[in-house]
């Protein structure tokens, strides 16, 4: 009860920040195509900080044990969602930015920071072990999806910095290195800018939203209470039937951070790609801007039943 | 000693920072005209955000001595320069943007990362006096200095966030009122950004930098020696001169920030407004960049001055 009222207080405080961000582009602070910038600078500049930040702790067999937990669970839930969006897609005729915005959550600059605020800078390597899933299935999956005879570039997958960063972190943290003071200062001030920059960047692109088509949307309200209700329970039924936190010590705190990835907000990347590859990206918009809104209310509640019930 | 060592570390990693905004420039990420969004996040949003929590801190009366401490301070040692200034300014035939450079330190966005590492989150708030007395002074006789024809705007000093933020954060300071929680943790993170954003946007800016030009003309380092060493130095020893380290409790800590401050490198308002005005925008540039470089070395080595003299 009490995780959840500090979580919800630290998703108010980051709207807050949200709110800064569209009322900055409301007021013409920051001129149109602003959002552009700051994406460009999350996803090039900080993620791969956080990144490695993330690893940059003590190699103890209690960590050791965390990370595969975390890892495998990541792996599960991932295959069920998949599965599931499966048997789902066609009783529903879901398309595939609908389908998208159901498998994958925006674990990265929503969850990084909240986890850091919640429960310390060390526990972020647990929310990284689910992005070094998600991530690359994003980038495999999601494009296929939204063009099925589109071909998948590996080379540039592996250029991609997140990836790249996220296999730097797990080489020091294997081989032990540790990065020398002053540049670790530097990579762990710039990783505190995830929060804030992430969602001044939010409320930029919801400044650019119109809002009409979003609340009129039935349909965009059923997918976003599927990404933020649905899915995440189908998690925490997973997990309170394998009863692995009531015999392994420490899987209760692992996992708590593999359900608020799950029971995130629609990941921003799935508006972004769309966009790209032709997709319907302004519908795509409206369902991570309508989800993020709602999550404020629903990521406290799944975090409570999955105290209740794991 | 140890404090001129912590000092050299700190800025070092600013460095870091400050190269990680110039490869994003030179590697293609960003773009050179970015940094302008990542100035107006920082002018308009993160900075007020700084000084808003620097003065959310318990009301004492040591606090308000200290703060009238620096004021006084501040307002002395401007004067100082000015009129050193105009006695230069005649031998050595010094144009508007050189007497701007000498006077006017980059005491924002360099200075307050680094007391809040070097001090203490609670000594950003001796700060905001000289900070305030240099942001009247440079809408008013800076301006005058670059362009002597331009029309003063008093009105815009009182819209500058800054001086709005302080007041802001004064007003609660001596009410002894406290931001909700959630919107002060909200202030608070977004704060703690000023470091990384204004050092990436000082990076930004060097990748557009014209390098044989900045370390070509002697006279320019004759101006940034005088920016770094020299007038710092004048603070130093009238401190000193003063006694009043030795007779005032919590006097020294203080001065350290006006100290800190005095010694930075050149003000990037003065680039922005000799470009604003027409002036020789390149050369402030060029002054700014020098400076920046040499600040590396000179800042701990003031510093060290200043506590073995004070």
Known sequence: ?310 | MELSFLLMQSILSMAVMVLMGWAGVKSGVLKLEDSRVVAALSLYIVCPCMMLSAFQVEYSPEKLQGLLLALGAAILIHIVYILLTRLLAGPLGLDGVEKGSLIYSNSGNFIIPLVTSLLGKEYVLFTSPFLMVQIVLSWTHCVKLVCPSARLDLWKILKNPNILATLAGMVLFFGRLRLPGVVATAVDNVGACVGPLGMFSIGMLMAGADWSRVFRSRRNYAIVLGRLVIYPALFAVLVSLSRITFWMEGARQVLLVTMLAACAPVAVTISQMADLFGADSRKAGVLNVLSVVFSIATMPLLVMLYQWIC
């Open chain 1, 1 to 310: 009860m009490e995780l959840s009222l500090l979580l919800m207080e630290k998703i108010l405080s980051m709207a807050c920040m949200a709110l800064v961000g569209w009322v900055a582009a409301k007021t013409g602070v920051i001129r149109q195509g602003g959002a552009a910038v700051l994406s460009a600078f999350c996803l090039y500049i900080i993620c791969p900080c956080v990144n490695i930040v993330a690893f940059q702790v003590d190699r103890a067999p209690d960590t050791q044990t965390g990370l595969l937990v975390t890892l495998a669970a990541a792996v599960g839930v991932h295959l069920t969602y998949l599965l599931l969006t499966g048997l789902l897609a066609k009783p529903c005729r879901l398309d595939a930015v609908e389908q998208g915005s159901l498998i994958y959550s925006n674990a990265g600059n929503l969850i990084i920071p909240l986890v850091t605020a919640l429960l310390g800078r060390e526990k972020i390597l647990y929310a990284c072990a689910f992005r070094v899933i998600q991530t690359p299935l994003m980038w495999v999956h999601y494009p296929r999806l939204l063009r099925p005879e589109a071909k998948t570039d590996w080379l540039k997958l592996l250029r991609n910095p997140n990836i790249l960063s996220v296999g730097a972190g797990l080489f020091l943290f294997f081989s032990g290195l540790r990065l020398p003071g002053i540049v670790s200062g530097a990579v762990e001030s710039i990783s505190d800018c995830m929060g804030p920059v992430s969602m001044f960047n939010i409320g930029l692109m919801m400044a650019e939203i119109d809002w009409g088509i979003l609340l009129g949307s039935v349909r965009s309200w059923l997918i976003a209470l599927g990404r933020l209700v649905l899915y995440p329970l189908v998690f925490i039924l997973l997990t309170a039937a394998t009863g692995v936190t009531a015999r392994l010590p420490g899987a209760g705190e692992w996992l708590l951070i593999t359900l608020l990835a799950c029971a995130a907000p629609v990941a921003v990347n799935v508006a972004q790609m769309a966009e790209i590859s032709g997709g319907d990206g302004p519908r795509a918009g409206a369902v991570v801007a309508l989800s993020t809104l709602l999550s404020i209310l629903t990521m406290p509640l799944m975090a409570l039943l999955y105290q209740i019930i794991c």
